[in-house]
C-alpha cells in the first residue's frame, strides 16, 4: 500500500531540487572549465600572464604589461558627427571626462623608454549617464597574431635566454615561420623607431568593434587617435624616462590634442581578425578632439586602479567576435587581481578601491 501525499509538502519539490541541483553542477563544471581545471593544457589567463611575468620579471604592485606608465586626465569633446552611427552619449556634441594612462610594453616598470618601439594609450571615459567607455590602443597599426594561443606563443618564444638575457633568435624565427599573419607586423616593425613623446603618436585600438545607431543596426568599426602635435625631436642620450618629462613639458605649456578617427568597415573587411588591416579609402569620421590636461604619477594618480577593459562598453558600442578580445578581458581582469593584492603589502600604498564593472 503506497503512503499517501504529505499535506505539507508541494506537488512538485522533488523535481525542483533536482532543477536546482542540476544549475549548481553546470555552473561549477562552467568555473572549472574557465579556470582550466578540467582541461589542464588549455590556454587561461592564468597561465597567459604566468608567461607575461615570466618575460618581465615579478614587480609586485605592477601591471604585468604596460607596467611602466603614467596617468593622465582631460576630456573628449564630442562633435556629433558620429551619432548617425552609435547611440553612446560619448558621441554627441559636449564634453566626457577621461582618465588616461600612457605606457610602453613590457612587465619591467624600470625598463628604459627606448628598449621598445611601441607606446600605448588607455582611456576611461566617463558617460553622464553613469556608463563607462574603456579603451587600450597601441601606436601601431596592425597587431602581430590573431588568436590568444598565437600570442602565448609568441610570448613563449620570446623568454629570455638566461646565458645572454636576450630571446634566442632562433626560437623566435621558427615562431614567426610558423605564423605567416605576422607579416603585417614584422614589415612595419622593420621600420618603427623608440619615439621621443607620447604626444606625438598615433594610437590605433587594433580590434574591431561595432557602432549600434538608433535603428539597432550594427556598424564595424575601427578606431585611432591622431596627434595635432608635431613628431619630436631625437630621445636626449642617457635618459632612460624621457617620455615622461617630454610630457610634462609639454602639458606646461598647453594642454595635448588628438582627433578619435573612426573606421567604417565595407562589406567583406574582416572584423574579427586584428592583423589584417583595412583599405585605405574606408569611410573615416572626426568624432571629436581628445584633449589631455594634467598628468600625475601612476602610483598614486587616478589611473592606477583603473582595469583598462576593452569590453567595458557602453549602450551604443558592442564588441565583434575577434577572440583577443575576450583574452584581453581576461587577463587584465587576472593581472588587476594579482597587483591590488600585492598593493595590499607594500609600504606606502593605500588600499586600492575595487573595480566594478558599470
Not at 620579471?57 to 601591471?63: E, F, T
Not at 601612476?298 to 583577443?324: F, K
Request: hydrophobic share 40%; net charge neutral.
Amino acid at each position: 500500500m503506497h503512503d499517501s501525499p504529505d499535506p505539507l509538502r508541494p506537488a512538485g519539490v522533488g523535481w525542483r531540487w533536482a532543477a536546482i541541483a542540476a544549475a549548481v553542477v553546470v555552473l561549477a563544471a562552467a568555473f572549472a572549465y574557465v579556470g582550466g581545471w578540467l582541461t589542464p593544457g588549455r590556454l587561461t589567463a592564468g597561465r597567459l600572464v604566468d608567461e607575461l611575468q615570466r618575460n618581465g620579471g615579478l614587480h609586485p604592485g605592477y601591471r604585468r604589461n604596460h607596467a611602466k606608465g603614467v596617468c593622465v586626465a582631460g576630456y573628449f569633446e564630442g562633435n556629433g558627427k558620429a551619432s548617425a552611427y552609435s547611440t553612446a552619449p560619448v558621441f554627441a556634441a559636449g564634453r566626457t571626462p577621461v582618465i588616461g594612462r600612457f605606457a610602453i610594453p613590457g612587465g619591467n616598470p624600470y625598463a628604459p623608454d627606448s628598449s621598445v618601439p611601441i607606446r600605448s594609450l588607455a582611456l576611461r571615459f566617463d558617460l553622464p549617464d553613469g556608463q563607462q567607455w574603456r579603451t587600450g590602443m597601441n601606436s601601431m597599426p596592425v597587431f602581430p597574431v590573431a588568436t590568444p594561443e598565437a600570442f602565448f606563443a609568441q610570448a613563449v618564444a620570446g623568454e629570455r635566454d638566461p646565458a645572454t638575457g636576450k630571446p634566442d633568435p632562433a626560437k623566435l624565427a621558427a615562431f614567426f615561420d610558423a605564423h605567416p599573419e605576422t607579416g603585417p607586423f614584422r614589415a612595419w616593425v622593420k621600420t618603427a623607431r623608440p619615439s621621443a613623446s607620447f604626444v606625438s603618436e598615433s594610437y590605433y585600438g587594433l580590434n574591431a568593434f561595432y557602432f549600434v545607431d538608433a535603428r539597432g543596426d550594427r556598424h564595424a568599426v575601427r578606431w585611432r587617435v591622431v596627434p595635432e602635435a608635431a613628431d619630436a625631436s631625437a630621445a636626449p642620450a642617457g635618459d632612460d624616462d624621457y617620455l615622461v618629462r617630454d610630457l610634462q613639458q609639454r602639458l606646461a605649456a598647453a594642454p595635448q590634442r588628438w582627433h578619435l578617427r573612426v573606421t567604417l568597415a565595407a562589406p567583406g573587411d574582416p572584423v574579427d581578425d586584428a592583423t589584417q588591416v583595412w583599405p585605405p579609402e574606408r569611410t573615416e569620421i572626426d568624432a571629436g578632439t581628445l584633449v589631455l590636461e594634467r598628468e600625475q604619477a601612476q602610483d598614486d594618480g587616478a589611473c592606477r586602479d583603473v582595469n583598462y577593459d576593452p569590453t567595458v562598453l557602453p549602450a551604443g558600442i558592442a564588441p565583434s567576435g575577434d577572440p583577443l578580445l575576450a583574452a584581453r578581458s581576461a587577463a587584465y581582469a587576472d593581472s588587476y587581481r594579482r597587483r591590488t593584492s600585492e598593493e595590499a603589502g607594500i609600504p606606502g600604498y593605500a588600499t586600492p578601491k575595487q573595480e566594478k564593472r558599470p
